[in-house]
C-alpha cells in the first residue's frame, strides 16, 4: 500500500528569508509565527524573514526553523495533504512529533528553543567539532574510528556521505586518517559544538528536565526516531528517545530505508533546502521526492 511521509530537515537548512511568503499568504501561518514570538519573547519574524546574524546561532536557529517548518505544514493540511508517517533530522524530530499529533506546535518550539541553549552551552565554544566525510563505505569508517578516542560518528545521512564529531582535535586527527585510507573529502562543518556526540550526554539530562514540563499525546501517526531508526507509535517512549537523542547518532540512512521497506513511497521534504532530497537520491531513486520551501512549492504538490 502507498504511503505518504512529511519529512523535516535539521540545522542548516536555516536560511534568511525562510517562510517569509507563507506569512504573507496564509492566515494559519502567521498566526503560528506570532504565537511562537509571544511565547518565546523573540521577535520570530525579523528573526526568520531578515538578514540577521543571530539565525546562524544554535539558540536561535532551532525555534526558528521549527515555527518555519511547523507554519508550511499547516498549509499542506489546509489544502487536504496529511501524512501517513513522519520524520525529522535531529532538530526536525521535532517537528515530525508534532506533525504526527505527540505535542502542540507551540511545545515543539518551546523545547527546541531550551534544546538549542542547552547544545549551545553544554562544551564550551572551540572545544568541539563535526566533519563531513564524503566517499567512503559506513563499515570502513566505523572500522577506522574503533581504536580512536574522543570521535564517533554524529550523523549517517546517505550512502557516502556521513559526518562524524567530538573533541577538535580528534575529529582532525580522524578526518586526516580517514582521508589517508581513501575517503574522497573530509568537509569541517561551522558548527558550535560537537552534536550527537557523548559529549553531550549532560545536555541530554537538562533537557529531560524540560520534556518533563510537556504534555504529550497519543500520536495520531508513528513517526520514525532518529535514535533507533524505527517507527514509534507509543508516545510514552519519547521522552527517552529525544533525550538520548541529543547525544546519539542520527540513523537517517537507516529511517528512510525503515520507511520504504514499510510501503512509504512518496515523501514531501518541509522546509528551506532541499537538503533531504539529495540524500534521498542517494538512498533510493524509485520513491517520489517533493519540497516544500517557498509558496509556489504548495501549488505544485
Not at 517569509?20 to 501561518?29: G, P, T
Not at 563505505?137 to 562524524?164: F, R
Request: hydrophobic letters at 40%; one cysteine or more; aromatic letters at 6%.
Amino acid at each position: 500500500m502507498s504511503k505518504l511521509a512529511f519529512i523535516y530537515p535539521g540545522q542548516g537548512a536555516q536560511q534568511a528569508g525562510m517562510g517569509e511568503d507563507f506569512y504573507r499568504n496564509s492566515k494559519a501561518a502567521q498566526e503560528l509565527y506570532d504565537e511562537a514570538g509571544r511565547v518565546l519573547g523573540l521577535d520570530m519574524k525579523a528573526l526568520c524573514f531578515e538578514e540577521n546574524e543571530l539565525l546562524d546561532l544554535t539558540e536561535y536557529t532551532q525555534a526558528a526553523l521549527v515555527t518555519t517548518c511547523l507554519a508550511m505544514t499547516r498549509v499542506l493540511r489546509e489544502r487536504g495533504i496529511t501524512p501517513d508517517v513522519t520524520a525529522g533530522l535531529s532538530l526536525g524530530e521535532y517537528a515530525a512529533i508534532a506533525a504526527a499529533g505527540g505535542m502542540t506546535e507551540l511545545d515543539a518550539v518551546r523545547l527546541v528553543r531550551k534544546r538549542g541553549i542547552l547544545m549551545q552551552n553544554t562544551v564550551p565554544a572551540g572545544e568541539g567539532a563535526m566533519c563531513a566525510v564524503i566517499g567512503m563505505g559506513t563499515e570502513q569508517i566505523e572500522t577506522l574510528l574503533t581504536g580512536m578516542e574522543g570521535v564517533s560518528i554524529a550523523n549517517y545521512n546517505c550512502p557516502g556521505q556521513i559526518v562524524i564529531t567530538g573533541k577538535r582535535a580528534s575529529v582532525k586527527e580522524a578526518a586526516e586518517v580517514l582521508k589517508g585510507e581513501g575517503a574522497k573529502r573530509t568537509v569541517m562543518l561551522n558548527v558550535s559544538g560537537p552534536f550527537h556526540s557523548p559529549l553531550l550526554v549532560p545536555a541530554g539530562k537538562e533537557l529531560l528536565k524540560e520534556l518533563e514540563k510537556i504534555e504529550f499525546f497519543p500520536l495520531k501517526i508513528p513517526y520514525v526516531t532518529n535514535v533507533l531508526a524505527e517507527p514509534v507509535t507509543d508516545i510514552g517512549r519519547t521522552k527517552e528517545l529525544l533525550t538520548r537523542q541529543v547525544s546519539s547518532p542520527v540513523k537517517w540512512l537507516q529511517s528512510m530505508e525503515r520507511m520504504i521497506e514499510d510501503g512509504t513511497d512518496t515523501f514531501i521534504e518541509i522546509g528551506p533546502g532541499k537538503t533531504l532530497a539529495g540524500f534521498m537520491r542517494k538512498i533510493n531513486r524509485n520513491v517520489k521526492v517533493y519540497n516544500v520551501s517557498v509558496w509556489e512549492d504548495v501549488e505544485k504538490v
